[in-house]
């Protein structure tokens, strides 16, 4: 059974940084083949991919809303995804979820209804 658990959410002031970590358990599926990724979720509005990253971690995907503040890494030794987020600002304000892929080959960057894996969410608030 797949288990992803994210932690490092909190509050922080606008600027400030946070990252969150991912750490995956029962994840069978090949790194290569697959996408992990980071969504996010604000109350009313549709849940926006943020950070996506493939092929083993060598191609990543961000949405323009964090480029250049967001970085996404994974550590395969550790099952472990990150995402380090600097110059945060208020609209980051949100749940943060982590999921994964099921791909038993490769097909290129996934899209969003591919991800079949979901994490519980850890609330990331920034404020003015």
């Known amino acids: 059974q797949v288990q992803l658990v994210e932690s490092g959410g909190g509050s922080v002031q606008a600027g400030g940084s946070l990252r969150l970590s991912c750490a995956a358990s029962?994840?069978?599926?090949?790194?290569?083949?697959?996408?992990m990724g980071w969504f996010r979720q604000v109350v009313g509005k549709e849940r926006e991919g943020v950070a996506i990253?493939?092929?083993?971690?060598?191609?990543?995907y961000y949405a323009d809303s964090v480029k250049g503040r967001f970085t996404i890494s994974q550590d395969n030794a550790k099952n472990t995804l990150y995402l380090q987020m600097n110059s945060l600002k208020p609209e980051d304000t949100g749940m943060y979820y982590c999921?994964?892929?099921?791909?038993?080959?490769?097909?290129?960057?996934?899209?969003?209804?591919?991800?079949?894996?979901w994490g519980q969410g850890t609330q990331v608030t920034v404020s003015s």
């Open positions: 029962g994840y069978v599926y090949s790194l290569s083949n697959n996408c």
């Open positions: 999921a994964a892929t099921q791909r038993r080959e490769y097909g290129g960057r996934c899209t969003d209804a591919e991800f079949a894996y």
């Open positions: 990253i493939y092929r083993g971690g060598l191609s990543k």
